[in-house]
């Protein structure tokens, strides 16, 4: 026999099925911590790398993160990053086909943590728990929200020092230590400390494939937008385009430019809809005072990279994508 429902008579079934399949789905997302100590905060994300928007998930959080000087509002100058890893001839066994080249990523927009970039180890440390500031018996520190869930290891050699261990679908198990200070004339700089080792551990099961990896490159990509105050969740003043990252001016220094550092750093560049000349992103308009709202000029140096997985010795090529790669260049 049929039996036929319709919404009218069974309202209440229909709409409790509804909510139970919906609450039934899995829900995945990265783990984020904040390290807040010093005049430059940043979040951290589980998945290894901060993604396009990926705190919150919310389009306001367009310039989130990397905030210099962090006790100021809006100071935020990262729109996305991202991390990429490349191997030839890989032979993969899930798809159990050899693939010509193989790519895993993290970023600019996309996370998978249950099959690609997968987080195993997330913690903060500290050299000192979070000072407790009371006024009135009021807790009186802006910071108290984000350094939390500290574990205290007094041997530290800084005053915090997150721990991300990550396996990626290409058996390559990144760990990757962030260390910062908060003394005074070392407080706007993290250091990074990356390790890449092949495990061979390929899925979030923890299963194994042992095979040796053929001319792997590891990828990282900043997009810089200097900064949230200028932008449209500050004070709005500065093109709609700008908030991220558009008019973003990228310098790069390399020994083979006759540099002394390998780096790069990014600043508020000329806009030709921003009003007179823009550098610094000041103030200007009807009600402006001229304030700089976009003075910082965020970078990354890279201190020591090994050769080899056997030679530890630095090499002084590294990171090899570091160079332009014009369009006329005979690789393209």
């Known amino acids: 026999m049929r039996k036929t429902f319709s919404m009218k008579k069974y309202p209440a079934i229909i ?35 901060e993604i396009e928007v990926g705190r919150r998930h919310e389009v306001r959080d367009q310039q989130d993160g990397f905030q210099y000087p962090a006790l100021y509002s809006s100071q935020d100058m990262q729109a996305a990053k991202s991390l990429w890893f490349g191997a030839k001839k890989y032979n993969d066994p899930v798809a159990e086909k ?34 407790e500031v009371l006024v009135n018996g009021v807790p009186g520190s802006q910071t108290i929200y984000r350094d939390i869930d500290v574990v205290v290891d007094e041997t530290l050699p800084t005053d915090r020092m997150l721990h991300n261990v990550v396996n990626t679908s290409m058996g390559i198990t990144m760990t990757r230590k962030i260390y910062a200070i908060s003394q005074s004339y070392h407080n706007n700089y993290f250091i990074y400390d990356f390790e890449f080792k092949n495990t061979g551990i390929y899925d979030i099961d923890g299963n194994v494939k042992n095979q040796d990896l053929e001319d792997v490159i590891f ?50 560049g000329l806009h030709s809809q921003f009003e007179g000349d823009n550098i610094g992103a ?41 160079i332009p790669i014009y369009s006329d260049a005979d690789i393209t």
């Open 219 to 268: 990828f990282f990509q900043y997009r810089w937008a200097v900064c949230k105050y200028m932008g449209s969740y500050g004070l709005n003043y500065a093109p709609q385009d700008a908030t991220w990252g558009k008019n973003t001016v990228n310098e790069v220094l390399h020994p083979d430019y006759g540099d002394r550092y390998r780096a790069s750093y990014a600043y508020h």
């Open 282 to 322: 000041p103030n200007i308009g009807t009600s402006g005072t001229g304030f700089l709202g976009a003075a910082q000029i965020p970078g990354v140096v890279t201190i020591h990279a090994d050769k080899s997985a056997s030679d530890p010795n630095d090499d002084p090529q590294q990171p090899k994508h570091q």
């Open 15 to 49: 709409l409790l099925t509804i909510l139970m399949i919906v609450l039934s789905l899995p829900l995945q997302a990265d783990d984020t911590k904040w390290i807040a100590v010093g005049q430059l905060h940043n979040w951290f994300s589980s998945g290894g790398c």
């Open 98 to 131: 050899e693939f010509s080249y193989k790519v895993v990523h993290c970023g600019p927009r996309i996370l998978n943590e249950t099959s690609e970039f997968i987080p195993q180890d997330f913690t903060l440390y500290g050299k000192f728990a979070h000072p």
